[in-house]
C-alpha cells in the first residue's frame, strides 16, 4: 500500500511540475554561420540608401517592439507537454547526478573536519577554568536554589490547574512559566554582580566570564522553552499529550543536547579560538555536534519500542487484545500509561500506524545526515540546516497543539454560562453549528500551511517568492477577504438573531406583545434571507465573478414570479400592511371571511384561525376584505335579557346588578371584569317579553367567559326573586256564538 502512494505521489508530482513549473533550462548551442564585420556594414548601408529597403526594415523593427510578448507567448506554446515533462525529468537527474557528486566529494573531505585539534586544546580548557570556576559555581547555586524553592510550588500550582477554568489555567500558566524564566534571570544579574564588584578588579569583568554568562543565559532560557512546553513537573500545565514519564525524559534529552551544544558553542569555541586557531575551534565545534549526534541515536536506539508503543496509541484507535512485549524495558507501560490522553492498547495497522512503528528508521536517518552535513560542510551551513530543523519541530509541535485544541472544541463542544443561556436560549447552538465547520476548516489550513511551511524550509519550494508573486497574493488576499465576509456575515446574522431571541424572552425585560412576538419573527426570516444573499453577492464578487448578469437575471426571474404569482404577491402586501396596522396578533378572537375564531399562526401571507368547535382554517390575506377583532383593549358582553311584561323593570336592575356584584366576588372571575354594570334600559317589546339590556366591559377577549358565568348567576337570582323569563308559549282560541255559547272540546284522561 505504501509502494502504491509513493508511486501515485512521483506521478502527480511530475505532471504537476510539467504542467505548472517553469524552470529554467540550459539551451542546446548550435553552430552558426557568422558574417565578417565588413560585410555586415556594407550590406547595412546599402540597405540605409535604398528608401524600400529602409522603410521594411524599420516595420520590422516596429513590429518586434510592439509585439514581444505575443511572440514570447507563442515560442511557449508551441511547447508541448511531452517536450516539458522531457526537460523537467533531464533537469531533476542533472541536478540529482550533479549534488551526488557534490556529497561524494564532500564525504572524501569528511576527515578534514578534525584536522585542526592538535591536542592541546584539553589544556587550554582546563586553563581557563580557574577563571570561571567562581562564577559558574555561583549561578549554578542560585540557579539550583531558587529552582529547588519553585519547584513543590510549580507543582502545587499544576494540581490547582487541573480543576480550574480555562482563563486561570492561562494565567497560571503564563505565571509559572514567568517566574521559572525569571529564576534564570535572577541567578544570572547575581553572577554578573558577583563578577564585577567582588571578583578581579572592581567595575571590570574577564571576557571569558562574560561569555559564561551570556551562554548561562541563553542555555537556561532555551531550557525554560523547553520546560514550558513539556512541563515536566506540572502535569496539570502540559499542553502536549505526555505521560509525566515520557515528559521528564523528554525534557532530560532535549536539555542535555542543549547544554552541551549551548555552552560548547557560546564559551568552550570561543575560547578554543582565541587561545589556539580557529581550526581548533571548527574542530571542537565538529566535536560537539558528533557527540549529540551519537548520543540521539543511542536514546532513539533505546527507546524506540516505547515511542512507537506511543505514536501507534495516537494513530489507531481500534481498540484490540494487546500486550506488552516481555523484552521491553520495566518503565515502558510507564511511558504512556497515565498519558491523560492515552486510548486502550491497540493493533497496529494501516499506513500511519505502520510508519509509527518504524519512526526510529527515520530518526535515524535524519541523525545521519546530520552527522555527515556536520563533518563535511561548514559551520554556518551546519547552523542554517539545525536552525531549519528546530523551525521545523517548532512547525509541528504547534500545529500539533492548535490540532489538539481544536478537536477537543469540536469534540466538546463551545458551552456558554449559564447566564448567557438564560438570556439567549439559542445562541450556544447557532455558535457550536459555525464553530465546529469552521474549526474542522482550520484544522485542515493548519495541515496545509505547516506542510508548505516544511516544504519551503526543506527547499522543495519557494514559498514567499509565490506569496509576493501576482498570483500569490491575489489568491491569498481573495480566500482572506472572502473568509473575512463570511465571518462578518455570520456574526452581523447572530448578533440580530440573538437580539431577537432576547427581546422575544420573556424571563428578562419587557414581555413582548403579540404584535412584537410578530414582527420580529418576521425580521428574523426577512434578515436571514437578506444576510445570505448580500454574503454570496459580496463574496462572488471577491472571486471575480460579474454579478452584474446575475443581478439581471435575477430581476427577470423576479418580474416572471410577479406576473405568475399575483395572488401570492397580493396576500403577502396585504399581510404587511395588516401587521403594521397592528390589526391582527396571535391570541386573538378575530372574524375574517366569516369565519370567527382564535388566531393560532400568523405569518406575512395567511392567518390560521381555530373556530370553538375545534375547526382549523388558513386564510389567505388576499380573501380578507374586512377584519372583526374581539381582543383589542377592552370588550362588552352585552346582555339582552327578556322578562314579562307584569314585571317591575326596577326590580329586574337592581336583579341584574345583584348578578354582577355576585360574579366579580368570584376570585375565578373577578379580574376579569373592570367596570361596574353599564344599565341601558328597554331595548325592545317582543311577543311575549320585555327585553331590558345591559353591558359589562372585560378584559379583552374574555367577553364570552364572563358573559356565561353571569348568565348562569342571572338564572339562580331570578328565580329566587320570581322574576319570570318568558319563554314562547299559545292559546287556543275556540270561538263564541251570539248567544255567548262556546264549542266544547272532548278529552280523555289516560291512567299512566
Known sequence: MLTNCL??????????LALYVQPSFAQETTAQETASPESTVTKLLDVL??????????????????????????????????????????????????NAAEFAESLTNADSAFSGLRGDELAVLWAALPNLLVVIVITVAVFLILRRIAVPWFRRLGERAKTATLWDRISMFIGSNMVDALIVIIAWAIGYAVTVLVIGEFG??????????NAFLVVELLKTAIRLVLSPNAPGFRPVPLSDYAARSLTKTTSIVASVLGYGQLLVVPIVNQSTS??????????????????????????????????????????ADHHIDADTDADAEQFAADDPAHRTETEPHGVLASLAKRWHWFALAYLSAMFIISMTQPVDRVVGVVIGSAKIVVALVIASLLSRWLAAVIMNGIT?????????????????????KAFRFLRWTIMAITMFFILDIIGLIDMRSWLESQVGYSLTSTLATVLGIVFVAFFLWLAVTSWIDYRLNPDFGDVPTARETTLLSLFRNAATVTVIVLTLMFCLSELGLNIGPLLASAGVLGLAIGFGAQKMVQDIITGIFIQLENSIDVGDIITVGGITGGVEKLSVRSVSLREVNGNFHTIPFSSVDMVSNFSR????????MGVAYRENIDDVKAAMTECLDLLVQDPKYGDLVRDQLEWMGVEAFADSAVVVRARIKTVP?????????????????????GIEIPFPHQTLYLGEAKDGSTQTFKLRMEES
Open 278 to 319: 580557529y581550526a581548533a575551534g571548527a574542530g571542537i565545534s565538529a566535536l560537539l555536534a558528533a557527540i549529540v549526534l551519537v548520543y540521539l541515536i543511542y536514546v532513539v536506539v533505546r527507546r524506540r519500542k516505547r515511542v512507537a508503543k506511543w505514536l501507534v496509541s495516537r494513530v489507531d484507535t481500534k481498540p
Open 416 to 436: 456558554l454560562p449559564t447566564d448567557i443561556n438564560q438570556r439567549l436560549p439559542l445562541l450556544e447552538q447557532r455558535l457550536n453549528g459555525f464553530a465546529l
Open 204 to 213: 571590570q569583568i574577564n571576557i571569558r566570564q562574560s561569555m559564561y554568562l
Open 49 to 98: 540608401k535604398d528608401d524600400a529597403a529602409r522603410a521594411e526594415l524599420i516595420q520590422q523593427l516596429e513590429a518586434l517592439t510592439i509585439e514581444p510578448e505575443a511572440s514570447d507567448a507563442l515560442s511557449e506554446d508551441v511547447l508541448s507537454i511531452g517536450r516539458r515533462i522531457a526537460l523537467v525529468t533531464q533537469n531533476v537527474v542533472q541536478s540529482t547526478a550533479q
Open 633 to 640: 383593549d377592552y370588550s362588552y358582553y352585552v346582555c339582552d
Open 7 to 16: 508511486k501515485t505521489c512521483v506521478v502527480i508530482l511530475t505532471v504537476v
Open 701 to 721: 377577549g374574555r367577553q364570552f367567559v364572563v358573559g356565561r358565568a353571569y348568565n348562569e348567576i342571572l338564572k339562580r337570582v331570578f328565580d329566587e326573586r
